[in-house]
């Protein structure tokens, strides 16, 4: 059988009239911006492109040299193909206008360009995340506020995971396929046909070392997890923190589990550490392409009416009867 790759793929939604041409080509363009970025992160020490660059990004975090890199990359990759009205990114704090001597077009595009970026300097898995909106009728320079859209509004989502494999994963609306890089022919080819989140899990994702800081209900769905077969949701629990979002979600994505980063009282005025336009909302759109859910403990997160690009959400996400049960013992909380 002939392979299919992400172009092929592509062109075919175009045909049947569910991908315009524009998108299409926007969704390349990403996808090679991601094959650059792939190459520059395997360099690793070789490269001298590990270590922190020197600047903090908006939320006062470290950058890595290679948090500047891929967001360059991906800016000098989509700033000129006519497709964008603007760009924003975790690594800047105003939405990125298109330079005048570029035509301007339909979609906004939102990104992490380099998310879990704290553990390429040990050789953990990172990733590339993404978002599309459509831009506001009548706007020339969108400015924040076009982007303030509810993730129902995406158009298109997706990841790129630089593991073991290179691989990038991504939803148009109509379910979620997974292409791997074929590094000897430059292709991403599909090797995911209908991924699906199975509804049931035994295995869970938090960052264990701030439970004296979880509220209540997360409290009690962790004990009742870590309780067993003798407890009340009588099977036994595995448990995994990569602590890099894309790496932590393509296992469930692939193999189920619950992804969890709850509000704690470390910042008791933060509803969360994650980010909602860049990565709360298209690992949402994914996995509900997938089959599963994604909360912030009480709403659906892609109904959030965002206030701010960076504003920040609480996580809870993946197999469906898992997400549903945290969000089930905050409600009874409220
Ligand atoms: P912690 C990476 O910095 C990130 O934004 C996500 O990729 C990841 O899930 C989370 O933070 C890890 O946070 O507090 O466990 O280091």
């Keep these: 059988m002939s392979r299919i790759t992400l172009s092929r793929y ?91 001597e570029f035509p301007k077009g339909k ?96 295995e869970f994702a938090i960052n264990a070392s701030n439970q004296r800081h979880w509220e209540a209900p997360v409290k009690r769905y962790v004990d009742e997890m870590l309780a067993g077969e003798t407890g009340p949701l009588g099977k036994n629990y595995n448990m995994r923190w990569i602590a890099s979002m894309v790496a932590d979600v393509h296992r469930i994505l692939t193999r189920g589990g619950i992804f969890m980063y709850p509000r704690d009282a470390r910042e008791p005025e933060k509803p969360g550490k994650l980010r909602l336009m860049y990565e709360a909302n298209p690992m949402s759109f994914i996995i509900e392409q997938a089959g599963g859910a994604a909360t912030n403990g009480l709403e659906r997160i892609m109904d959030l009416q965002p206030t701010s690009l960076h504003e920040r959400v609480a996580v809870f996400l993946g197999s469906k009867e898992e997400v549903e049960r945290a969000t089930r013992y905050h409600r009874e909380q409220q």
């Design 10 to 100: 592509l062109i075919e939604q175009t045909r049947s009239q569910e991908t315009p041409a524009d998108l299409r080509f926007l969704i390349e363009v990403v996808a090679r911006a991601c094959k650059a970025i792939s190459h520059a992160v395997s360099k690793g020490a070789l490269g001298g492109v590990l270590g922190n660059a020197g600047s903090d990004n908006v939320q006062g975090e470290a950058q890595k040299k290679l948090d500047v890199i891929s967001n360059d990359i991906l800016l000098e990759a989509n700033e000129w193909g006519g497709h964008l009205a603007a760009m924003a990114s975790e690594e800047m704090e105003k939405a990125y206008q298109i330079p005048g």
């Design 107 to 202: 979609y906004l595009l939102l990104f992490d360009p380099l998310d879990g970026s704290s553990n390429i300097d040990v050789n953990v898995s990172v990733g590339t995340i993404f978002s599309v909106l459509r831009c506001p009728e009548g706007i020339d320079a969108p400015c924040e506020k076009a982007f303030l859209q509810p993730g129902v509004e995406q158009v298109a989502a997706g990841y790129a995971i630089y593991g073991p494999q290179t691989m990038l994963m991504l939803t148009l609306g109509h379910g979620v396929k997974g292409f791997t890089l074929d590094r000897e022919v430059g292709s991403f080819v599909m090797t995911h046909d209908d991924i699906r989140v199975p509804e049931q899990t035994k």
